[in-house]
C-alpha cells in the first residue's frame, strides 16, 4: 500500500526503513471514521504529497479516493487519477481500488457497493495500440465474483487465502511493455 497512506508526513528514507509509527496512518483513520463516522463526507485517502513531489522517482498516478456508506450499509469508493495509462495501469488499478473496496467493507461489516471511477489525463501509448487493438476484438465475457471467506477484523489481517475468485473465465494475455 502507499507510503503516504500509512506515513503520511513522515520523511521516506529507503524501502528497508521500519517507518513503524511514523507520520499519519490515513487507512487506519479511514477505517475508523467509517465505523465510528459512517456519514462523514472526510472518507478520503490521498497520496499526493506536495512537499515531497520532487524526491518521488514519479509522482502518483491515483491520487485521491474518497468513500462513502450509503443508507443501506454500501461503501463505494471514488478514485481519482491523474494520468491513466490505459493498456497496463488503469486495468490494474480498477481490479486493486475494488479489491481495496471489498477489504475495508469487510472489517466495517458494510456490503461492498459501487466503484466510481474519474480519470484526468487518459492516454495510449503507440506501442500499446496494436495490443489494445486485439483486446477490443475480443467477446466481453461476465465478470467474476470475489468471495472474501475469512472473518477477518482488521486489514492488515488479510492473506490471499482469504479471497476466493469464481466465474473467472480470462482469455490468455496480450504482452504490453511499460512504458517510462
Known amino acids: 500500500m502507499s ?43 490521498c497520496a499526493w504529497n506536495v512537499s515531497q513531489l520532487s524526491e518521488m522517482a514519479l509522482p502518483p498516478c ?59 489525463d487518459a492516454h495510449v501509448y503507440l506501442n500499446h495500440v496494436g495490443p489494445l487493438n486485439e483486446q477490443i476484438e475480443r467477446e466481453p465475457v461476465p465478470f467474476p465474483t470475489l468471495q472474501i471467506i475469512n472473518k477477518r477484523n482488521s486489514i492488515e489481517e488479510f492473506t490471499i487465502d482469504d479471497f476466493k475468485l469464481e466465474n473467472y473465465s480470462p482469455y490468455g494475455p496480450i504482452k504490453m511493455k511499460m512504458a517510462v
Open 62 to 120: 491515483h491520487v485521491l479516493c474518497q468513500f462513502n456508506v450509503s443508507s443501506s450499509k454500501e461503501l463505494s469508493c471514488l478514485m481519482y487519477q491523474r494520468s491513466c495509462d490505459l493498456g497496463l495501469g488503469v486495468p490494474f488499478n480498477i481490479a486493486s481500488y475494488s479489491l481495496l473496496t471489498y477489504m475495508i467493507a469487510h472489517v466495517c461489516n458494510l456490503t461492498p457497493g459501487d466503484f466510481i471511477y474519474s480519470m484526468g
Open 3 to 45: 507510503f503516504q497512506w500509512r506515513h503520511c508526513g513522515a520523511k521516506y528514507i529507503d524501502c528497508k526503513t521500519d517507518y513503524t509509527g511514523q507520520g499519519v496512518d490515513q487507512l487506519a483513520q479511514l477505517i475508523h471514521m467509517i465505523k465510528t463516522d459512517p456519514n462523514s463526507r472526510r472518507l478520503v485517502l
